[in-house]
């Protein structure tokens, strides 16, 4: 996936650019607020999932290995054999 947190915010505002177009109709306003709810739902689990992934390196940093055992899912994946 080539999209990063921060491309989030350009597609926010591209958003809002077009939520604010002049001349919409009723109809196209409405589309575009759906548009608009849809986008901010899968940001908001976007925002979530980097907040997690942040608290887990935190917890790693202030804690060392000592979670690891019990949380395999912050260690990194294995490589895949033969490369």
């Known amino acids: 996936m080539k999209n990063r947190i ?9 958003q809002i650019e077009r939520l604010s177009a002049e001349g ?4 196209q ?11 901010v739902k899968v ?3 976007i ?5 997690l992934g942040i608290q887990a390196a935190t917890l790693v ?5 000592r979670f690891r055992k019990d949380l395999p899912m912050l ?6 054999e033969g490369k």
């Open 29 to 39: 306003l409405e589309a575009e607020v759906q548009r608009t709810d849809a986008m």
């Open 6 to 14: 921060t491309d989030l915010n350009d597609h926010l505002f591209a």
């Open 24 to 27: 919409l109709s009723k109809e």
């Open 43 to 45: 940001a908001d689990m």
């Open 47 to 51: 925002v979530d999932n980097a907040r």
């Open 75 to 80: 260690s990194a994946p294995k490589e895949i």
């Open 61 to 65: 940093a202030n804690h060392g290995d």
